[in-house]
Structure formats: C-alpha cells, structure tokens
C-alpha cells in the first residue's frame, strides 16, 4: 500500500515570498489532515477536510494560509506571504474516516524562511 | 481544552535497557490514543493505537498502557535497541470531538550501543 506522498521534500524562501506544498494521502482515505510542526513541538493541526469539505479550520492563520483539496483527493496548502516564524515541517496526514481510525503521516516539508 | 503533555523531554539509556515513556493528559473523555515515532527530519509513523474501551496495546518489544482515570498512557520498550533512537509523540482524540488529535510534545530517546 503506497502512503502519503508529499513534496516538495525541502524549501527554502525569502520572507514575503508565496510557497505551495502538495499532498496526495492513501487511497480512498477520506479524510486529509495538514499539520505544522515547530522544531521541538508536536504538530499543530492546521486544517482538516472530509472529501474535499473543510472540518476544522480554526487554528489556521487565514489572512496568509489557504488551502483547497480538489475531487476529494489531493490537497495543496499555500502560504501567502510567508514569515520567519512559518519556518516549520509541514506534515500531510490521512485517514480512513473521522471516526477514530489510525492516521497515517507523510514525510513532510521542510520549510525555512530567510 | 485538552492538554497533553511528554514528560521528560529526552531521555538517554544504555542499549538493552527496558523503558517507560510517559504521556498525561487533562481531560479523561478521549476517543483514542495513538503512539508515533518520528525519525529526524521525517514524516510520523504510528506504532500503536489504544481505543478508550482498551486498557493496552501490545506489538513486539512495545506495549502501550492507557489509564483514563488517572490521565496518563505509557509506552514500554522492552531491551531497547539503538535503532529505537527516535522522538515518540503521543496524541489522542477527545470525545467531544474524535476528528481531532492533540498532540504532546514528544519524548526524544537516545539508544546508545
């Protein structure tokens, strides 16, 4: 079974730029998780979607953060313009449903602001 | 809300040794928890998932306890292997809203030959 694919693997961007990172979860997993996880903390829910509806964006920063998940499969989650304090590893999780299954994680992207 | 919190924070042990990571959490109404392990620089991978009606998990040289009363779960590593050298995370989902995880903020174990 082929996991959570994520790229870019690694990033490297100007503060102000715009970035786009890509998700595409397991098969037929319904629900997409996008984490943010600071160096020394555990991983900060950002959004979660159901099919391609939004669950829960609350902690999700919305006047630089956007992200969509087309046909209920892949997802891209962009930053807009970004901040030192985004640098972070961005993880893509997916599950079978929101009903308790086990969640399965991507390798992430590592995102530097300079 | 609910918190959850991975005390200590790193941990250092001689290959072989049998260990006890610990995880607490605030509020006792949880859906599930799961045990991660997440390699430097990679994505999380899950080691074990307890559901509320179950006491532990066991699979291979870990087995995970879960004690809702007293808000606390531990993960046992039984002969520690320097190829356990990883952060392990804890996060569980709560009742009110199992869609949710909260994550701790991670033990980092040190395995060392």
């Known amino acids: 079974e082929a996991g959570v694919a994520q790229s870019p693997r690694y990033k490297i961007i100007e503060k102000r730029q715009s970035v786009a990172f890509w998700c595409n979860p397991i098969?037929?997993?319904?629900?997409l998780y996008w984490y943010q996880q600071i160096l020394g903390q555990g991983p900060k829910l950002l959004i979660q979607?159901?099919?391609?509806?939004?669950?829960?964006d609350s902690q999700l920063p919305k006047d630089r953060f956007s992200a969509e998940r087309l046909k209920g499969v892949d997802s891209t989650l962009k930053i807009q313009p970004a901040k030192l304090e985004d640098s972070a590893v961005y993880l893509c999780?997916?599950?079978?449903?929101?009903?308790?299954?086990?969640?399965?994680f991507g390798q992430g992207t590592r995102l530097t602001v300079v | 809300k609910q918190e959850v919190t991975q005390i200590p924070a790193a941990l250092s042990v001689p290959e072989g040794e049998n260990l006890v990571l610990n995880c607490s959490f605030t509020?006792?109404?949880?859906?599930?928890l799961q045990w991660f392990r997440q390699d430097p620089g990679k994505g999380l991978t899950s080691l074990l998932l307890?559901?509320?009606?179950?006491r532990e998990q066991t699979s291979g040289r870990l087995n995970a306890s879960l004690d809702k009363s007293s808000g606390r779960s531990t993960l046992y590593i039984a002969a520690s292997q320097p190829g356990d050298s990883a952060t392990y995370l804890c996060?569980?989902?709560?009742?009110?809203?199992?869609?949710?995880?909260?994550f701790g903020s991670g033990t980092k174990l040190n395995v060392k030959p």
């Open positions: 999780a997916s599950s079978l449903s929101s009903s308790g299954s086990s969640a399965f």
């Open positions: 509020d006792s109404a949880i859906y599930n």
């Open positions: 307890i559901q509320s009606s179950q």
């Open positions: 996060a569980l989902r709560p009742l009110y809203n199992f869609n949710k995880f909260y």
């Open positions: 979607f159901q099919n391609n509806g939004v669950v829960d």
């Open positions: 098969s037929g997993h319904a629900t």
